[in-house]
């Protein structure tokens, strides 16, 4: 089928070279003429594993193309995927200026029957102002070509995104129309082979969908750290805690992790969004308020676990930090634990000394040069001369660690574990304070 693709983001990109990939004909089309002549050389702009040779096969293969030439775009496809972004608004709502823009786009250029689907996270009731900025820009034309207009939520992990895409538990589409379920169904049909994924429902349940999804696993994680914080206050361990819920299949061992909050591009906006919904229609949710509340607060335990470490004297010390992503396999530090804890050590006069393995060009990006950070070259640099370690992302690489070496290095010695990584026992008996999550006496001993 012939696809095209707004947006070259993160979910359009795996969208398209994942349809191209299955034999589809994709078109990518972007505003920003840089990203598009990189991606034309075959360099992605994201880290994911796996999707830069993708896109290189399917360009050679001749099924993947990429233009900032909208009217291009428009004619080409029958399927016009929208995957631009939704920043938030101030207010939290999702801003859906670039959605609406790609909708005018196409009603400007389209030259037939066009099947026009909001892959993009977007609120309930979308899928109708697309619709509408769609007919006014033929309006202005005076043209009577037919469209619909569908909802197809992605449900993409970073880090896991081609694998979510090949071999998703689901593919939801939003739809009233018939000609729209066939076309849904062949596109996906090389993605729905073995058994029946495909859920067709109408256009604001599918849009709703989404929104519950991300919000039932946020929720699920504050939960978590709910209970992580009382535990550390009843002298109770949280990962003793979560073995003994998990193994009830109601609850499952699945997103039941704490840690230092959630952080990504979609849950801390989506929640925020989705709250800001209820809001319109005069119902107040007061769970995903609740949610948001715990995780904000979460982001902040890292720093008061160092602060009491440091009986509150974090002025010139050197804090080592491994993990600057919001979590493993991606550079996306966007809204990550990490940001919140190195911004408030720096706020008290404190330095930082950093590791990731892929997140520190996006870290130099964010902050640019500053006398307070260093990014370090490997996880062991950022340690030399440091008084402390704080674990923020629980990359494979900082798993396994020789604490009688790490005991000589820190300063002070004291660990504090955003992720709960370690053993408390192990670690206690090298020598050094553990602070950890939830972890009973453990996290609290300073
Ligand atoms: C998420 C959803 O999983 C995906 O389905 C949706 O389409 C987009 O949002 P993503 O943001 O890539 O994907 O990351 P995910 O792996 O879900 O993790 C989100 C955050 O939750 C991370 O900060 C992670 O560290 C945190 N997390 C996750 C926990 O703190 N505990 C857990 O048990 C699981």
New binding site residues.
Partial sequence: MKIAIFGTGYVGLVTGTCLADVGHDVICMDVDADKVSRLKRGEIPIYEPGLESMVRDNMHAGRLRFTTDPAEAVTFGLLQFIAVGTPADEDGSADLQYVLAVAKTIGEHMDDYKVVIDKSTVPVGTADKVGAALSQALAKRGSQLEFDVCSNP??????AAID?FTRGARIVVGTDSERVEALMRECYAPYNRNHEKLMFMDVRSAELTKYA??AM?AT??SF?NEIANLAERLGADIEEVRRGIGSDPRIGY??????C???????PKDVQALARTAGQVGYPAELLGAVEAVNRRQKTTLFTKLQRAFDGELKGKTIALWGLA??PD?DDMREA?SRALMEALWAVGAKVQAHDPEAMDECRRLYGQRNDLTLADSREAAVEGADALVICTEWKSYRTVDFAWLKRELATPVIVDGRNLFEPDAVKQAGILYFAVGRGESSMQA
């Fill in positions: 992605e449900f993409l992990k970073e880090g979510d999804a991300n696993l699920k994680i978590m699945h997103f039941i992790y704490p840690g909050g959630y952080g990504g591009s979609c849950f919001f979590k991606t634990p």
